[in-house]
């Protein structure tokens, strides 16, 4: 009896951490409290089993002074009648105890499972959160790159100068390839010689960064280029 308190206690010590933790914003997690609160219930309801059981014992001890003795016959009728009892109790105290463990098995089970699909989505935020930050050049090039392209390399003056061409002809600069491509937003297939071009490929990192919204030009830039649009206007006047 002592033990099913103990156990009592340390369910009920279970069930008010769960509640109090993150795990409650956790999908599912409500059905995982009520399974913790049914192993108190159990786990409590056994204790009273036992407790009823010891009550229900057919004890033998002295009369009271002055009263006279139980004879035989009404000492076994006593216990006759406390053993059917006794045993009912002790086998529903041991019922509960084994609802009890198996609640505790399930409920085990599914913390698991749903703490398992934590870490992916926090990978996943990080993964989205490591998405590098792209200049206006650098976004307008990869969404060029994602249309399709091509490294070549070419000899000038005896020198290899590498080069970057796009399928829709927009300029891209062999700096700016370099920056997407150690960020790991582009790569080129070196299966390929450079001499017949080796085909560029925006990664899924790449396409994530173009997922996100159109980075703006610098003041600086969009201050000259308004200048210029206003200068070109008064020179059409």
């Known amino acids: 009896m002592l033990a099913t308190q103990e156990l009592t206690a340390s369910a009920l010590g279970q069930l008010t951490a769960l509640d109090d933790s993150a795990y409650t914003r956790l999908a599912g997690s409500g059905a995982g409290l009520e399974l913790m609160a049914s192993v108190v219930s159990s786990a409590s309801r056994a204790g009273n089993d036992l407790a009823d059981a010891l009550s229900a014992n057919a004890y033998e001890g002295g009369p009271v002074a002055g009263y006279p003795a139980d004879d035989a016959a009404s000492r076994t009728a006593r216990h006759a009648a406390a053993v059917p009892r006794m045993a009912g109790l002790l086998g529903d105290a041991a019922h509960r105890l084994d609802l009890s463990a198996t609640g505790c098995r399930y409920l085990a089970h599914g913390i698991a499972e749903d703490l398992s699909s934590v870490p992916d989505r926090t990978a996943a935020s990080a993964e989205q959160r490591s998405v590098p930050a792209l200049t206006l050049t650098q976004y307008d090039a990869l969404k060029s790159l994602a249309d399709g392209g091509r490294l070549y390399e070419s000899a000038t003056r005896g020198m290899g100068v590498t080069r970057v061409a796009t399928d829709n002809g927009t300029r891209i600069s062999i700096a700016t390839y370099r920056a997407l491509n150690n960020r790991g937003l582009v ?11 080796q085909k560029i490929t925006v990664t899924e990192q790449g396409r994530r960064a173009l997922d996100g919204p159109r980075p703006r030009a610098p ?3 969009a201050a000259a280029t308004a200048a210029t649009t206003t200068a070109a206007q008064g020179v059409r006047r």
């Open 187 to 197: 790569t080129a297939d070196n299966s390929t010689s450079l001499y017949h071009g």
């Open 219 to 221: 003041l600086a830039a």
